[in-house]
């Protein structure tokens, strides 16, 4: 009974087994041909779509074989995009996929497959396709009637469009000039133009090189222009100087380095002959004084009679130009005044000023009346006057070269550095003035302006006395404790201070081994532009008393040197102070009259007293213990 019961159970089971079997391979089959879709990818999977709802398991394309337990919408890093629920794809290249089932299929040469898969349609029932014909293999008599196999079809051959003509590209840029070979770095110099440890009076952005313009020296100007793309600067100007035949090349920095920095590594390159700051310079004066109605007991008339103000001049007594006059009165003279614009309409200078140049403007624009200052009109009045009042040479001829104009920046320190009188100058202006004061062939300049020292214009001054120009400058307004001021502490230049109507030095005014002489330079009246007169006090004053009797010098002596000029006017000047030359006063109070007779002795070629050393006639308003000048003729 055991075993009947096991035997009824197995039954009982494979009956099951075999009604399961035939119930679900109809449902197998119409689900194999519809809703299976082999999808592979690059991981390896397949994947099922069932109305929307993807399953995904691992396996190999093509293959249904895979295990779909712990596969389930786990995807990899290269599985790619998730699939969009219901969408399909073409068929993928390869045998088809086969039920399990159902034999696998066997490739016909044609490409095509037999038995068909169950998802396709039989070939032979596709229009044009023959039917198969099957030969059994036993059958030796049988004779295969299968079609030969037909060639296998290409796809036609997609000629690609031709494409729009590419525009023509552009030509390629030249590659850039080969840079220069860097010149050799010059070792230290021992005189370099970098400014003193303190020094601020100079331009803040600004350096001045000079370069070689001879003839076996490289072209200056494209080595100007060399230097600036090498050195990081601006060009600004360049200017031609045959005074000391160099290119002076202005160049501003648009970067932050200090001028210092820069000069530093100008000085380096062996073709820069030297390199400096563009220095600042102010004019040597106090503020000028308008001169009122009755101010200072003289009268002013609108039109005063010629002459009038000659009785408020001291200076021209302090000096005994009125003996000198007698002589000399500078006739047929050409005198440069660098300042600042002379106002040459005035009634006082209309004739004395011949020529007006402007250095602070282009070569085109030539000096306006707008450009007249009250320093530069006051310094022509004093040397040349011949109105109401009377010059130190009054017959002189005057070439007004502007080179301070109204200040329109700031220093290295961050102040603005002009003078009282609103002007200021600099290296590169003075420079050019003095080169055009030499181009004229003027005989003496005045400079009644100061500043700091100056290579560039220490140079330029050599040249000049070289050729027989006599320089006379002012010593400077800051005290008597100040450094000497440029350009009067050159060599080559007179340096003159300022006295009072009692011959005592101007407490303002410099004083110093330089010094050379004095002259009268407080409460000097002068004219104003607009036909005005004013009251000035100053070292630029006394200069340009001495610049006058310079003038009536030339005109005894045609022939005196520089050297010559400055012998005679301290060997004949009045003692002021100790017995002997001094830092105050220089050699003394300048005597035109002894001066001028000096002169005419030395051009006559006899010994004069003052020129040779031999006492001169007693003069009865010399001190006592102070050496006598000579009398006037």
């Known amino acids: 009974m055991w075993r009947d019961t096991r035997r009824a159970g197995a039954r009982n089971r494979i009956a099951t087994s075999i009604v399961a079997l035939l119930l679900t391979l109809p449902f197998a089959e119409a689900q194999a041909q519809s809703d299976w879709r082999q999808r592979p990818d690059y991981s390896g999977r397949t994947e099922r779509s069932d109305g929307g709802r993807t399953e995904r398991w691992q396996g190999q394309p093509g293959n249904a074989q895979g295990s779909r337990n712990g596969w389930r919408e786990r995807r990899g890093p290269h599985d790619g995009p998730r699939p969009v629920p219901g969408e399909t794809r073409p068929r993928p290249p390869g045998p088809p996929p086969y039920h399990p089932l159902r034999p696998r299929p066997r490739p016909l040469p044609d490409g095509a497959y037999y038995p068909p898969p169950v998802w396709a349609p039989a070939p032979w029932r596709q229009p044009g396709y023959p039917a198969p014909v099957y030969v059994d293999e036993d059958d030796d008599d049988a004779v295969d009637v299968r079609p030969a196999p037909q060639p296998r079809r290409r796809p036609p051959v997609r000629v690609a469009p031709e494409k729009a003509a590419a525009p023509p590209k552009p030509p390629r840029r030249p590659p850039p000039a080969a840079a220069p070979p860097t010149p050799p770095a010059a070792p230290a110099r021992a005189d370099s133009g970098a400014p003193p440890a303190g020094e601020t009076r100079f331009a803040p952005r600004e350096v001045l090189v000079t370069l070689a313009t001879s003839s076996g020296a490289p072209p200056a100007e494209p080595l100007a222009r060399d230097l600036a793309r090498s050195q990081r600067l601006r060009l600004l100007t360049m200017r031609p100087l045959a005074l000391t035949g160099v290119l002076l090349v202005r160049y501003q920095i648009p970067d932050q380095r200090t001028v210092s920095a820069v000069i530093t590594m100008l000085e380096r390159d062996s073709r820069v ?123 002189a001829q005057l070439i007004a070269i502007r080179a301070f104009a109204p200040a329109a920046g700031k220093t290295a320190a961050g102040k603005v550095a002009a003078s009282r009188s609103g002007a200021q100058g600099s290296s590169l202006a003075v420079v050019l003035a003095l080169e055009a004061a030499v181009q004229a062939k003027a005989r003496v300049v005045n400079m009644s302006f100061a500043g700091p020292r100056d290579p560039l214009l220490s140079k330029a001054l050599a040249a000049a006395a070289a050729k027989g120009v006599i320089l006379v400058a002012a010593v400077g307004n800051d005290g008597p404790e100040a450094p000497p001021a440029w350009p009067a502490a050159d060599p080559n230049v007179i340096a003159v201070t300022a006295t009072d109507a009692s011959d005592q030095r101007v407490a303002i005014a410099n004083r110093g081994a330089h010094v050379a002489v004095a002259a009268p330079g407080a409460d000097i009246i002068g004219p104003a532009p607009g036909n005005a007169y004013q009251f000035s006090t100053g070292s630029s004053m006394a200069a340009a008393h001495v610049t006058g009797a310079v003038t009536l010098l030339l005109e005894a002596n045609p022939a005196l040197t520089p050297p010559e000029a400055r012998k005679i006017l301290t060997e004949t000047a009045k003692d002021l102070g100790p017995a002997g030359r001094d830092a105050d006063t220089g050699a003394g109070l300048v005597d035109a009259a002894a001066a001028v007779n000096a002169a005419k002795k030395a051009a006559n070629g006899t010994n004069g007293g003052a020129v040779s050393g031999e006492q001169p006639a007693a003069n009865p308003t010399a001190r006592a213990g102070e050496t006598p000048a000579a009398s006037g003729p």
């Open 273 to 395: 002959l030297s390199a400096q700051p563009n220095y600042l310079y102010t004019l040597t004066q106090t503020g000028p004084t308008q001169a009122g109605p009755t101010e200072s007991g003289v009268a002013q008339p609108a039109t005063p009679p010629p002459g009038s103000l000659a009785a408020s001049q001291y200076g021209l007594e302090r000096l005994r130009a009125g003996v000198a006059h007698i002589s000399a009165r500078g006739a047929g003279v050409l005198t440069a005044v660098i300042d600042s614009g002379v106002d040459d309409s005035h009634r006082e200078l209309v004739g004395a000023v011949t020529r007006i140049v402007d250095v602070t403007q282009p070569a085109s624009a030539g000096a306006t009346s707008a450009s007249a200052d009250a320093h530069g009109t006051a310094i022509a009045g004093i040397i040349a006057a011949r109105d109401q009042m009377s010059g130190v040479a009054p017959s």
